[in-house]
């Protein structure tokens, strides 16, 4: 059974520093992995999504790689900023047992930058 | 992309009563999830919606006390049946992008239940 989870649980850094969010999986046999952004009393928001055959995408301060044999990925935010703070999820779609279209989410990180 | 919207917003039921969601997509959509998310935790799959076919459900969620209907392709209900308080949670619509499989999720229902 496919388990994503994520660490830190809870973050809080001054504005402008760069940061590091991770994911680990338990089951590699995924199709693609997403990272989210949600903000409080709303919905999901795509950031970055990787292909099993892709390492790594990139959108502006963004950056999210993907080690699918070893079942990591990281977020990568530059610079951060304060409208940054939100909880950002990931989340893998596929699995030995979860078929291709079901997506398993993780725990979530819940980011604080201080202005 | 597609645009998604649910209504109610948020609801404040009674113990025993029946809650129907309904999400709005602004394209036509083969396949539409709906989402669980209680209070402090992540997402969770209730059921799978195709249109013209019945909602497979994951484990743990079954169909009489969520009940799915799909009668087109942009729209779905969602009814959270004989609430209690532990069905308090946020309730999310998402569809697939088909080509570039990005995940779009619409704004979620707040329940609350009494």
């Known amino acids: 059974k496919q388990e994503v989870t994520q660490i830190p649980a809870a973050l809080s850094v001054p504005e402008g520093e760069n940061l590091v969010l991770n994911c680990s999986f338990t089951d590699s046999a995924i199709y693609n992995l997403q990272w989210f952004r949600q903000d409080p009393g709303k919905g999901l928001t795509s950031l970055l999504l990787?292909?099993?055959?892709?390492r790594e995408q990139t959108s502006g301060r963004l950056n999210a790689s993907l080690d699918k044999s070893s079942g990591r990925s990281t977020l990568y935010i530059a610079a951060s900023q304060p409208g940054d703070s939100a909880t950002y999820l990931c989340a893998v779609r596929g699995g030995t047992t979860s078929g291709t279209y079901k997506y398993i989410f993780g725990t979530g990180t819940r980011l604080k930058v201080l202005a | 992309s597609a645009v998604i919207s649910q209504k109610p917003s948020r609801d404040i039921c009674q113990r025993g009563t029946s809650l129907t969601i309904q999400c709005q997509v602004d394209s036509q959509v083969t396949m539409m999830f709906w989402y669980r998310q209680q209070p402090g935790q992540s997402l969770t799959l209730i059921a799978t919606a195709n249109q013209g076919s019945e909602a497979t459900y994951e484990s743990g969620f079954v169909i009489d006390k969520f009940p799915i209907s799909r009668p087109n392709l942009t729209f779905s209900t969602l009814t959270v049946s004989n609430m209690s308080p532990e069905d308090s949670s946020i309730y999310l619509c998402?569809?697939?992008?088909?080509?570039?499989?990005?995940?779009?999720f619409g704004p979620g229902t707040r329940l609350l239940v009494l």
């Open positions: 990787i292909q099993s055959s892709q």
């Open positions: 998402s569809v697939g992008d088909g080509k570039a499989e990005t995940q779009y």
